[in-house]
């Protein structure tokens, strides 16, 4: 395993949770295998493993650029990863509210649409 595998994992297990990455791991494919060492050595291995901003600056940064860009399928595990990155609800909600000014306020309304949902979730889990 390469260092950056390595780091990637470790890094990927810190923010997104031991049980979220067993699950994929699981479920992991010999056909997707390459994708998984891509995003573990690029993603988390490289740009989440950077020393350069903090990992609630980059949950918030990665949160905003999911809604703006349309992708809202990572949205609720990125609101999950909050709770291992310091990122707030104040601080997703500041970001979401750049994204309603810089990419539009359809995009942010469904960001916050579903963060509401998430952290609802997480809250009722919490309380079980």
């Known amino acids: 395993m390469s260092d950056r595998i390595a780091t990637g994992m470790k890094v990927r297990r810190s923010v997104l949770g031991d ?3 067993d699950r994929a ?3 992991k494919t010999p056909f997707d295998e390459p994708f998984q060492t891509l995003i573990t050595e690029g993603a988390w291995g490289t740009v989440w493993a950077s020393d350069g901003i903090s990992l609630r600056e980059r949950s918030m940064l990665t949160l905003a650029l999911l809604a703006a860009t349309g992708n809202f399928e990572e949205i609720a595990m990125h609101i999950r990863a ?3 990155t310091g990122a707030s609800k104040r601080d997703v909600l500041e970001a979401f509210q750049h994204v309603a000014i810089y990419a539009g306020v359809p995009r ?3 960001a916050l649409k ?3 949902q998430t952290y609802a979730e997480m809250e ?3 309380d079980d």
Do not use: F, L, P, S
């Open 19 to 21: 049980a979220h990455v």
């Open 25 to 27: 791991e699981a479920a």
């Open 82 to 84: 909050t709770a291992n």
């Open 108 to 110: 942010a309304n469904h």
């Open 114 to 116: 579903i963060a509401k």
């Open 124 to 126: 009722e889990a919490t």
